[in-house]
């Protein structure tokens, strides 16, 4: 089955930087898109970044354009996400997503928090 293991998260001041990855096992990783998505408390969860199954276009979401940066390594079967000039409205859970076989699969999430 599926299996999507986020790690990364932790707690940065404003301004700073992390990397969010994403290992996936379970499905022929390289033949799927994936996704980073983002809930924050008491929010919706919302799509941050979508990249195809080669790499070769990602799509952003308007609040994170031309801060965060997503990408993958077939070779390695992970996702990541580097997020640079973090906002404290960046806060939230996020999550690792793929769309394969009609079901939409998420990992467990890990927690970025942006505070001074």
């Known amino acids: 089955q599926v299996q999507l293991v986020e790690s990364g998260g932790g707690l940065v001041q404003p301004g700073g930087s992390l990397r969010l990855s994403c290992a996936a096992s ?3 990783f390289r033949i799927y898109g994936m ?3 983002r809930q924050a408390p008491g929010k919706e ?3 941050v970044a979508a990249i195809t ?3 070769t276009s990602t799509n952003y979401a308007d609040s994170v354009k031309g801060r965060f940066t997503i ?3 077939n070779a390695k079967n992970t996702v990541y996400l580097q997020m640079n000039s973090l906002k404290p ?3 939230a859970v996020y999550y690792c997503s793929t769309y394969t076989k009609g079901f939409r ?3 467990q999430g890990t927690q970025v928090t942006v505070s001074s």
């Open 26 to 28: 379970g499905f022929t």
């Open 35 to 37: 996704s980073w998505y």
């Open 45 to 47: 969860r919302e799509l």
């Open 53 to 55: 199954n080669t790499g």
């Open 71 to 73: 990408s993958r390594d």
């Open 89 to 91: 409205e960046d806060t």
């Open 105 to 107: 699969s998420w990992g």
